[in-house]
């Protein structure tokens, strides 16, 4: 292991230890100054039970309690049945065990979609000297029409184009403010991808390009910050992630960080959506971003089955 790695490892396992240590010690002062003040032994040790119990769920299961989210679309367009498979933030290196994203992606190779869309943070912008050992895992993927993907927050280091290169090598075709036309079973239609919105990089207009008005348009954002710039577009299908669905909730909130500038972010944090005639899902994601925690914010695999009209 060179001296790069091991720098990296030893700050990864550092920036932890220090933050579980951190919370460690919020924790036992307030549970502390609680049997103190409250003289409430049975109440303290109960709280205490709670909270460890909330932890080792929100540490050891939550975060491999996958879950596969079903949904039908129809449009007013000509086109029989598209099956989407939309995943997305898979931090890969950050703190998922291998042998889970395996598994994750024998289910998806097994529901045999069209096309697999990945809205960005493929890697974790901590371990990007790692690639190769990560992208020979994203290889595995199989779509019978094509992969495509965007970029993330996390993507974007200076290991960008070494990413880029590998990603292209497994066949899945990254859009950075540009499109792509699709032909299937007769009906043409165009795969849009923007850099992220969340750190400014996006180009809609740029992404636009060429393609007529009133054709199907299905567009790729990391994050769904790109709603502010849909009106009046006439976006079809928006697919978005970066929200990691809040990661860590606590019962009838949305999320306790926003991730996001964007005012409406709490209300589009994960799920299917409608803003005029345009459809915009926001997926969970796979991975986890600064702390291995996930709480009532499950991992998720998005199936979105697609249809028009029927044709004549
Ligand atoms: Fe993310």
Redesign the pocket.
């Known amino acids: 292991m060179n001296d790069y790695l091991t720098y990296q490892k030893h700050t990864r396992y550092t920036h932890f230890i220090i933050k579980a240590c951190f919370y460690f010690i919020i924790i036992s002062v307030f549970l502390i100054s609680f049997l103190i003040y409250q003289k409430a032994k049975f109440l303290g040790i109960s709280f205490f039970i709670l909270i460890s119990l909330i932890f080792t769920y929100a540490y050891f299961i939550e975060p491999y309690n996958l879950k596969v989210s079903e949904h039908k679309i129809n449009f007013n367009f000509y086109f029989s049945q598209i099956k989407i498979i939309h995943i997305s933030?898979l931090?890969l290196g950050a703190f998922l065990k291998e042998k889970w994203i395996k598994e994750v992606i024998h289910k998806i190779n097994q529901l045999q979609a069209d096309f697999i869309f990945i809205t960005g943070?493929l890697m974790d912008r901590r371990k990007q000297v790692e690639i190769d050992r990560y992208i020979s895992i994203l290889g595995l993927l199989r779509a019978k029409s094509g992969i495509y993907a965007v970029l993330?927050n996390?993507d974007q280091s200076k290991e960008i184009k070494e990413l880029l290169n590998s990603l292209e090598k497994i066949k899945i075709k990254v859009l950075i403010n540009e499109s792509e036309k699709i032909s299937l079973n007769g009906f043409h239609f165009w795969i849009l991808g923007v850099n992220d919105p969340y750190i400014g990089r996006d180009n809609l207009k740029l992404a636009l390009e060429g393609i007529p008005e009133d054709n199907f348009k299905l567009l790729l954002s990391h994050s769904p910050d790109i709603l502010r710039r849909i009106e009046s577009k006439k976006i079809n299908l928006i697919l978005a992630?970066?929200t990691?669905g809040g990661q860590v909730r606590l019962p009838f909130f949305k999320t306790l960080i926003p991730f996001s500038t964007y005012k409406e972010i709490n209300y589009y944090s994960s799920g299917l959506f409608k803003i005029k005639d345009s459809w915009i899902y926001v997926n969970r994601?796979l991975g986890m971003?600064n702390l291995p925690f996930r709480f009532l914010s499950s991992p998720e695999i998005t199936v979105l089955k697609i249809s028009g009209k029927k044709l004549e």
Do not use: N, P, R, Y
Request: charged letters at 30%.
């Open positions: 933030d931090h943070d993330g996390h992630g970066h990691h994601g971003d």
